[in-house]
């Protein structure tokens, strides 16, 4: 007998970006920029920074938090953690695991994703294909940067765009055709070079002697991306609604990538969309790479730019070269599911439990290293006797 389909349905969302605001006219106290030109060539007014108490994971946490609340959903159900970033905490463990176990989410696999800005989107796509292929019923996807981190404050050039921030979603499986009805990926790695952290892996590892000199900090050739952006951002858009057999005609709102307002409106242009269409929010919070399509979703739900059967379509690109829409039927769970109090109490109390729970598993593993370290050494003793 067929299976029904099965689709990914967006049931919590939620974002978290630092207290700290640096405007344009502090980063003009530090660098030889203007509000003016920052506003006029940008769109940004001001982003958001991490204190040295936040990093990517911290952020992404209290985002997942968020999302698991709106979708009242128990982290135990959780089936995998997909973390999306260019700035995780380590290069390993994954930010995801970290963030799995500050969640209580015992069940669920995790690992990082790296696709530049375009990685919140990619990690959907990883996310609804294993929903829709029955590998997973729940999901967490999360996109989360510290970008001010990497970012050469002494160069006007780069630390006027960037910001910090986490935004993050929970998928559920459907059997109505909601949520994530199509997506596409693409990359282009002849471009690797438009947008990169060198010396940040270890074909050129940084040496003690020359740290200061070499730092990882992001070098852009920002006319290329520029160009890039311009092309890939609505043809990407209009790829995936061909996919999901849709028309512009049915589209209600655009989440574009926040990189530069004047890339939005060609991208809102190549797509003949009013700008009621197209959500814009990067003025308050720059670009926060992978966290920026997160971010804006959540606020055009809060906004209520977002209503429940409309047609909603994400659209990235960013380092790597790399692109990547997805069309998605906005079609949250009603209130009633939402409301439930024994749920929330029993999320509560996981969230809670987490941080002891996950002090119980390395006190665990500690007892069964000395024990087993112990019952080695007696075995060990008695074959040398009977030697
Ligand atoms: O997520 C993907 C990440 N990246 C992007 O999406 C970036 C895509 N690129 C862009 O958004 C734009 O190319 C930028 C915003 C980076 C640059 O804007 P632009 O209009 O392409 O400026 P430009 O690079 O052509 O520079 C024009 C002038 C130059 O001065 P001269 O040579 O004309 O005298 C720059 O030195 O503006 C100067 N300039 C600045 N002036 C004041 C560059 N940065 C600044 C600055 N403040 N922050």
């Known amino acids: ?13 939620g974002k978290y970006v630092p207290a700290d605001v640096l405007t344009n006219d502090a980063l003009a106290l530090k660098v030889d920029t203007s509000d003016e030109w920052i506003r006029t060539r940008t769109g940004i007014r001001e982003r958001h920074t991490a204190s040295a108490r936040e990093s990517s994971a911290t952020m992404a946490i209290r985002a997942a ?8 959903v128990d982290p135990a159900k959780i089936d995998m953690v997909i973390v999306a970033t260019a700035t995780p905490d380590y290069l390993f463990p994954a930010t995801a695991c970290l963030v799995q176990d500050a969640l209580g989410a015992h069940k669920a696999g995790a690992f990082d994703l790296s696709a530049g800005c375009s990685g919140f989107v990619y990690g959907l796509a990883m996310a609804a294909d294993g929903i829709a292929a029955g590998s997973y019923d729940t999901a967490m996807v999360i996109g989360s940067e510290t970008l001010s981190r990497i970012v050469d404050w002494a ?3 780069t630390c006027v765009l960037f910001g910090d921030g986490a935004g993050a979603v929970v998928l559920a499986a459907s059997e109505s055709p909601c949520g994530v009805l ?6 282009d790695g002849s471009g690797a ?23 990882p900090y992001i070098r852009m050739n920002g006319n290329e991306v520029y160009r890039f952006a311009t092309r890939a951002m609505g043809a990407v858009a209009q790829e995936a609604l061909k996919k ?17 307002l004047r890339i939005i409106q060609s991208a809102a242009r190549h797509l003949k969309l009013p700008d009621e269409k197209v959500f814009v929010n990067l003025d308050r919070y720059g670009n926060t790479s992978a966290a920026s399509v997160p971010i804006a979703l959540c606020e055009a739900v809060e906004t209520g730019r977002l209503q429940p059967g409309n047609t909603v379509v994400l659209a990235a690109f960013g380092a790597g070269l790399t692109w990547g829409a997805a069309v998605v039927r906005w079609q949250p769970l009603p209130e009633e599911v939402r409301r439930s109090w024994w749920m929330r109490l029993l999320r509560w109390l996981r969230l809670r439990l987490a941080p002891w729970s996950s002090r119980v598993r390395r006190v665990g593993r500690h007892v069964d290293t ?13 074959s040398t006797d009977r030697a």
């Open 1 to 13: 007998m067929k299976q029904p389909r099965r689709y990914a349905q967006i049931v919590g969302w």
């Open 65 to 72: 938090e968020q999302a698991l609340d709106v979708a009242n």
């Open 155 to 157: 160069d006007r050039s």
């Open 182 to 187: 199509a997506t596409v990926l693409g990359a």
């Open 193 to 215: 070079d438009l947008l990169i952290l060198p010396n940040s892996g270890f074909k050129d590892p940084v040496t003690p002697e020359a740290r200061s000199a070499q730092m």
């Open 244 to 260: 999901a057999g849709m028309g512009l005609e049915q589209v209600d709102l655009l989440i574009p990538h926040q990189a530069n």
């Open 370 to 382: 000395v024990v087993g370290e112990a019952t080695g050494d007696r075995e060990q003793a008695k």
